[in-house]
């Protein structure tokens, strides 16, 4: 079972999932978006996705993650997006080993995790400093269905300004991110009942085959499976 809210963190998510008898598999999708994890008394820190990550787990385990915004991970985890592009990492190779050791400590008697790993990032936000702007407009930008180079121009940058930029920030290039951020967009518009034929159109697929393709390529699966 998969569960997930808002977090008190601006644009992340604090998520839960259980594996259950009789599903103990999953499917990871490319979001553009960095995670902080807690589970089976680890900590780790799974990377921006170009692809699925399909997994499994023995049954009753639990997870508590925080997911990050696009482009602000890097800034609480200290590391740059692209050395985690399809990696899953314990935390322990990224942040010294006193200071995993005591948050794996005080996680393991948390009665809820999840705002534990926000104070946590909160933490360390307020030692660092925050994402650069541009960064979040960026996302933003492409989020909204602009293409790479008119995002370049609404930033101030050149299009090589640009890729250069995006690598550190969200772990891929903007082209790359543009597909991912669409291809969420058109998933969450899927999961708010959208008939499926007008999905494509809205999220801005140039038709309903562009979509069946790219959600094919990023996901392995079809739309229609994600949803389900």
Known sequence: MYRERPSRLLGAVVWTRRAEPRRRDYRVVPDGCLDLIWSDGRLLVAGPDTRPHVGGSAAGRSYTGLRFAPGTGPTILGLPAD??????LPL??????????????????ARAPGRLLEATAFERLARSDPPDPAT?????????????????????????????????AFGYGPKTLARVLRMDRAL???????????????AGYADQAHLSREVRALTGVTLRALVA
């Open 136 to 168: 979040l407009a960026i996302a933003d930008a492409l989020r909204a269905g602009h293409p790479v180079a008119e995002t370049a121009r609404r930033v101030g940058l050149s299009e090589r300004q640009l890729l250069r930029r995006c690598r550190p």
């Open 92 to 109: 322990e190779s990224i942040w010294p080993d006193r200071d995993v050791r005591e948050l794996t400590e005080r996680l393991a008697t």
């Open 83 to 88: 050395e985690l592009t399809d990696r899953r």
């Open 188 to 202: 969450a518009l899927a999961r708010s009942g959208l008939p499926l034929a007008e999905v494509g159109a809205t």
